[in-house]
């Protein structure tokens, strides 16, 4: 006999969330290669049952362009390039959500791009703000704001690589609602120390802090191996609203695709860690604009 539902049942919003963990290559050879074994894993992760797939930034092209030339002659437009048509065709076949980085081209202009895509095709996408090194020689800095996209599984937000370093960014996609953040990235091999005795990196611990204080799932992919003499850290992750990892954080040299079970709405639930504090109302809006001075999307309320 079926059970009835009871009311916290109806407060849960289930999904499988997966980062995938890979090692995409530079150069036109590369493309087809690159883009087949980002829709392998993500396959691998859809048969375990994800609904939410997060692939690295700049999926499908490698990193390690030469010249502005090339960096544009591997770039293609959205949502109309073959990139996005294939996500999209995988998704629907799928019935899943994907977040993946690309290299964007419209007109003159490049962009470090994230795109997501769902069970009935292109959602939205989001231009990386803080370029990072050399990428400031081939893109233009992100001009589209910090846009939280509703699906039907969740608010979902997007964030690239570099931008985790900057406080506001998932302040912002949380102020608008977001219920996770699909973090893409290219994290890359910097001076010593790089990692802790535990094995995590900076970038993981800068993961886990910005969802503790923002109340916020975020699922971060990044890619391994070199490319062009450019090496990657690894520490793919899904840290939950308190900031722990959920399950493990991958390591620094491995393909892998870590999934985790999360209920999206727990988002919306603010914190109280004792009677008298909790991060949404102890915020000191009197003190500076409750949006920080961002205007480019509304604030929700979680």
């Known amino acids: 006999m079926a059970r009835t539902p009871t009311p916290e049942d109806t407060r849960v919003s289930p999904a499988r969330v997966a980062v995938v963990q890979f090692a995409p290559q530079a150069g036109l050879d590369n493309r087809a290669a690159n883009s087949e074994r980002a829709l392998a894993l993500a396959a691998r992760a859809a048969d375990d049952g994800a609904t939410?797939?997060?692939?690295?930034?700049l999926a499908?092209?490698?990193?390690?362009?030469r010249t502005r030339a090339e960096a544009y002659a591997h770039a293609e437009s959205v949502p109309d390039g073959d990139t996005v048509r294939a996500w999209e065709s995988f998704a629907?076949?799928?019935?899943?959500h994907l977040a993946g980085g690309l290299a964007e081209r419209d007109g003159a202009r490049l962009y470090d791009t994230a795109v997501l895509v769902g069970p009935d095709g292109y959602v939205g996408h989001y231009r990386k703000a803080h370029l990072w090194n050399e990428e400031k020689l081939w893109f233009t800095p992100g001009d589209l704001g910090f846009p939280v996209f509703e699906t039907p599984i969740g608010r979902i937000g997007l964030l690239i690589c570099w931008d985790i370093w900057f406080p506001e960014v998932p302040r912002l996609l949380a102020q608008q609602g977001a219920d996770i953040i699909c973090s893409v990235n290219n994290w890359v091999w910097t001076?010593?120390?790089?990692?802790?005795?535990?094995?995590?990196?900076?970038?993981a611990y800068l993961t886990m802090t910005a969802a503790h204080v923002n109340n916020v799932f975020i699922a971060a992919a990044n890619r391994v191996g070199t490319d062009r003499g450019a090496r990657f850290l690894g520490c793919s992750l899904i840290a939950g609203t308190n900031g722990w990892p959920i399950g493990p954080v991958a390591g620094a040299e491995e393909e892998t695709v870590l999934t985790a079970d999360v209920d999206l709405v727990a988002a919306r639930s603010a914190p109280v860690w004792t009677p008298l504090?909790?991060?949404?109302?102890?915020?000191?809006?009197?003190?500076?604009?409750?949006?920080?001075?961002?205007?480019?999307?509304p604030a929700f309320p979680r």
């Open 92 to 96: 629907r076949e799928r019935g899943v």
């Open 191 to 203: 001076p010593p120390p790089i990692f802790d005795e535990s094995g995590r990196c900076m970038a």
């Open 60 to 65: 499908t092209t490698g990193y390690s362009f």
């Open 277 to 297: 504090n909790d991060l949404i109302r102890d915020r000191r809006t009197d003190l500076y604009d409750p949006m920080l001075g961002y205007t480019r999307g």
């Open 52 to 57: 939410l797939i997060v692939l690295p930034e």
